[in-house]
């Protein structure tokens, strides 16, 4: 990968894992230490056409896995790609969790979205932009040139023979 890239072209495609890994990290820890917090009144409010998954998940008897779990995998998919550390599958896994956001809340023609809102969308928000963002990192595994993964590749060529 080295070899096809400027180090201008490979330094961006770094830093846009960077910013994504932190994004996905600091919402995952911001939630993980605030007791109050829930993802009920979001899976509740869903609109769109999968409302009533969304809705059946924030019932009482799954929403104390459906948060445990959105935690954890925001704060699996910040490590993976802050770390450089198997990020393609903290890609992978990072989009499959921003299409469920996507569809909780589709920016969609004559759908209304309750409370406020942060900005006016049709069809392209921030989680779909997040998403092609995140499919452009699977296709330049930027953790061979800065990351975790470089780190321990380069250790295990060192490793003499026996």
């Known amino acids: 990968m080295k070899d096809n890239y400027s180090k201008g072209q490979l330094s961006a495609l770094v830093i846009l894992r960077l910013l994504i890994g932190w994004h996905f990290l600091y919402e995952g820890l911001i939630k993980l230490f605030n007791p109050s917090w829930t993802a009920k009144g979001y899976l509740i409010g869903s609109v769109g056409p999968f409302r009533h998954i969304f809705r059946f998940l924030g019932e009482d008897s799954m929403i104390g896995f459906v948060d445990f779990m959105n935690i954890a995998v925001l704060i699996v998919v910040g490590l993976g790609l802050v ?3 198997w990020s393609r599958w903290a890609s992978y896994i990072g989009i499959a969790l921003l299409i469920m956001y996507y569809l909780a809340y589709p920016p969609l023609p004559g759908l209304e979205i309750p409370g406020p809102a942060e900005g006016s969308y049709l069809f392209v928000n921030k989680n779909l932009i997040e998403i092609f963002a995140l ?15 470089l780190f321990f590749s380069q250790r295990l060529k060192k490793k003499p023979s026996i």
């Open 83 to 85: 770390l450089g550390l």
């Open 135 to 149: 499919a452009v990192l699977i296709k330049f595994p930027t953790e061979q040139y800065f990351g975790l993964e």
